[in-house]
């Protein structure tokens, strides 16, 4: 079974300044993808960004990146320029062979203005 | 383009009551279809997931069952409803492949009172 810790459980920023959010996974799987999410006040669940384990390279959506580090099984999350908006929980989730998710508990980012 | 329809929004429960959550998904086929539940503050717990018609698997044993009688429709009930239901259900798809990204529905906040 695979498990995903997010030590922070909450974090804050001043607006157009950088934050990093953590997050350490435990799986057996060889082949997979790690995924980074957002959960704005709304509650819906909304794709920050995917990472292929195979790639070294990091992935990166605008103003979102990741660090990954695939031999630690660390997975983190850079938000560059932070805005008010980014302001929502963020979940970290390895998937497994059958494509179902693990979530980490969750960083609560707070952006200051 | 594909849609997710999840209802309702807010759902308040007596205890040993019985629950239907419905969840539809328009504009594609065979999708997997997935349950999570997600306690205050938390993270999301995978409760089913199904792969085809009338296939159902669950992760953990509960007070809860799913069914999928159609392709696109996934139901998520319980005979007698716990205090311990309590929580912000969410249904979610991908297309069937490996490793794709989860696309989600808004959310059921169920009450258990």
């Known amino acids: 079974a695979q498990t995903v810790t997010q030590s922070q459980p909450e974090m804050s920023v001043q607006e157009a300044e950088t934050v990093t959010l953590s997050c350490t996974y435990d799986t057996s799987e060889s082949d997979y993808y790690l995924f980074w999410y957002k959960q704005p006040p709304s509650r819906q669940m909304i794709l920050v960004i995917r990472q292929e384990a195979y790639k070294q390279q990091n992935a990166t959506e605008n103003r979102f990146s990741v660090n990954f580090q695939k031999a630690a099984k660390s997975f983190s999350l850079k938000i560059s320029d932070s805005q008010l908006g980014d302001a929502a929980m963020y979940f970290c989730a390895p998937n497994n062979a059958g494509n179902m998710l693990t979530f980490g508990g969750g960083t609560r980012l707070m952006v200051k203005p | 383009s594909q849609t997710i329809h999840q209802w309702p929004a807010t759902l308040v429960q007596p205890v040993g009551s019985p629950l239907s959550l419905e969840c539809t998904v328009e504009g594609t086929s065979n999708p997997n279809l997935y349950w999570y539940r997600q306690a205050a503050g938390r993270g999301l717990q995978l409760l089913f997931y199904s792969v085809g018609i009338g296939q159902i698997s669950s992760e953990v044993p509960q007070n809860l069952s799913a069914s999928r009688p159609q392709d696109r429709q996934f139901i998520l009930s319980s005979k007698k409803l716990l205090l311990s239901d309590s929580g912000f259900y969410l249904c979610?798809?991908?297309?069937?492949?490996?490793?794709?990204?989860?696309?989600f529905g808004s959310g059921t906040q169920l009450s258990v009172l």
């Open positions: 979610a798809w991908t297309q069937g492949g490996v490793n794709e990204k989860l696309f």
